[in-house]
């Protein structure tokens, strides 16, 4: 095996070469930056690597597709999965370790703990997706002990999981800094996602009525026209109208309690999923 410090990226499958390569870095002086994944890499991925670069750290990204997180009527089986492609789009964004461990190395043998955090999973996507949030405050807690990180990356795109995972960390005073990344937007404003590529010609046209209504909302809340419920009721409708099948919730909400508003007086957050035949697509804004 190649040392760690080598130019290049090192593909590790298992804990302990994880954390024989961290600890190559670590010998040379270096910080860690973690950037969890499920893989089928985009540029979102990538600028979450470009974030951990440019605070210094030696790049580290997991690509692991945590059946934990999926519920069983959910897409983990066809969840995409690229790992060459992933490898090659990691060595063009100068990330120095791929961690990609199988489902065993993950969670060997039987496994009676697991990390939850409430409230803040009560709303938005808690209830929809039961157990979602603790298979990733489970799976991203094994992540963080495993690599042991200085900060680790999360994308704003899964806003209400950004804050799962500040929370978490606070809670249990686990020492890493969590580094929240804007989200990486398509040209036209959808927001990238591994899922997008389920998207027909005709359904990624409509897709990006999303994002449209975000900002609608987020502009009429923010110059007060409209009340929250108002402005999220009448994008719900334009969703809806323009061939989304079902719009799982549009809201504003505060940007770190995630409660839901009614004016928008602080830090504040609009924010939706909704489906669109078998693609779930979620995203929000800050207003
Ligand atoms: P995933 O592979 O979808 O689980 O995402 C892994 C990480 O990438 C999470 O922290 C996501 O929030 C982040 N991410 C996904 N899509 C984007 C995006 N479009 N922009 C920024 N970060 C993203």
């Known amino acids: 095996m190649n040392t760690s410090t080598e130019p290049g990226l090192l593909v590790v499958r298992t804990v302990a070469d994880l954390r024989r390569a961290v600890a190559g870095f670590r010998k040379a002086g270096r910080t860690i930056g973690l950037v969890p994944t499920m893989g089928a890499l985009h540029e979102g991925h990538v600028s979450l690597v470009k974030g951990a670069l440019e605070r210094g750290d030696v790049p580290v990204t997991s690509i692991f597709v945590n059946p934990t997180q999926f519920g069983p009527k959910e897409d983990f089986s066809a969840y995409p ?3 060459e492609g992933d490898f090659d789009k990691l060595r063009d964004a100068q990330c120095r370790i791929a961690f990609a461990p199988t489902k065993d190395e993950m969670y060997p043998g ?3 703990t697991t990390v939850t955090v409430a409230g803040i999973t009560d709303g938005l996507c808690g ?10 405050a489970t799976v991203v807690s094994k992540l963080l002990l495993m690599a042991m990180p200085d900060r680790a990356y999360f994308g704003e795109k899964d806003y209400q999981q950004l804050q799962v995972i500040k929370r978490m960390v606070r809670d249990l005073a686990m020492p890493f800094e969590i580094v929240g990344m804007p989200t990486v937007r398509e040209k036209d404003g959808l927001a990238m996602s591994s899922r997008n590529r389920y998207l027909s010609a005709e ?22 026209t409209k009340s929250c419920a108002e402005a999220s009721a009448a994008a719900s409708q334009a969703l809806r109208d323009g061939g989304f099948d079902i719009v799982e919730y549009f809201t504003v909400v505060d940007a770190d309690s995630l409660k839901p508003l009614e004016h928008v007086a602080g830090p504040a957050r609009v924010i939706a999923a909704a489906r669109l035949g078998r693609t779930r697509l979620i995203d929000n804004l800050a207003v």
């Open 81 to 83: 999965r690229d790992e």
């Open 110 to 112: 039987e496994q009676l």
């Open 127 to 136: 209830p929809l997706r039961p157990g979602h949030f603790q298979g990733v």
């Open 203 to 224: 359904e990624r046209t409509k897709a990006l009525g999303m994002y449209k209504q975000l900002v609608t909302v987020a502009d009429a809340v923010r110059d007060g």
